[in-house]
């Protein structure tokens, strides 16, 4: 079982929908990263979180840390928001306390 | 701020033949990852650095992948033979800080190995 599961794998919604990701992690986590990779392979940092919520513009972020769980919600969703969204733990075990990464969410908004 | 540099954005090589990625940080940021993301699946770690130092190279193929960061600033990958099943994004990234910072990811070097 991966360490961190997102789901769903592919979305498909329409301009203006309300979207949700969500991201589960099994291990104890000091905090929490979701990303966004358009095509052609580079990775923005969206949000790192490690308690609550966090808003930016039509992002919205939580996380439950006692429920291992995380959801990136997108308001007024734009073809522009098409891409695929991670979700990376930092694990409170190990030295290095490296990031695990899940395996993406595909999100296409059509116009 | 001028964000994480790579290069090449894209190579193409045979198998057996050998390739190298460059990677430039964001100035000041003392550690650097370098991570491979097959398509399809999320980054996987390669190797982190700290200044000069390397922190986890656990899941570096030793056998044929190499990576330095002589100065503490730029640093290289090189696969050296290549395998088919080593195509796949390699991507830099770095942070100001090791285990809390925020990471900033360059654009990636998409390999083929054919």
């Known amino acids: 079982k991966n360490e961190v599961e997102q789901s769903p794998q592919n979305l498909t919604a329409q301009e203006g929908e309300f979207i949700t990701i969500n991201c589960s992690y099994s291990v104890g986590i000091s905090a929490l990263h979701w990303l966004q990779q358009h095509p052609g392979g580079g990775i923005v940092s969206l949000f790192m979180?490690?308690?609550g919520k966090k808003k930016h513009g039509r992002l919205i972020a939580t996380i439950n840390i006692q429920e291992k769980h995380s959801s990136l919600h997108i308001t007024a969703s734009h073809p522009r928001d098409s891409a695929v969204y991670i979700c990376?733990?930092?694990?409170?075990?190990?030295?290095?306390?490296?990031?695990?990464f899940g395996s993406g969410t595909q999100l296409t908004v059509l116009p | 701020e001028a964000g994480v540099a790579q290069s090449p954005r894209y190579k193409i090589i045979e198998k057996r033949q050998s390739v190298a990625f460059w990677c430039n940080p964001i100035?000041?940021?003392?550690?650097l990852y370098w991570y491979q993301q097959i398509l399809g699946q999320g980054p996987k770690l390669l190797i982190q650095?700290?200044?000069?130092?390397?922190?986890?190279d656990s899941q570096l193929p030793k056998d044929r992948f190499s990576a330095e960061r002589l100065k503490g600033v730029d640093s290289t990958l090189k696969i050296q033979p290549a395998k088919l099943e080593d195509s796949a994004v390699y991507l830099c990234a770095s942070s100001l800080r090791p285990d809390t910072g925020e990471l900033f990811f360059g654009e990636g070097s998409r390999l083929t190995v054919l």
């Open positions: 100035s000041g940021h003392a550690t």
């Open positions: 979180l490690s308690s």
């Open positions: 650095f700290q200044n000069n130092g390397v922190v986890d």
């Open positions: 990376a733990v930092r694990s409170l075990v190990g030295s290095a306390r490296q990031l695990t």
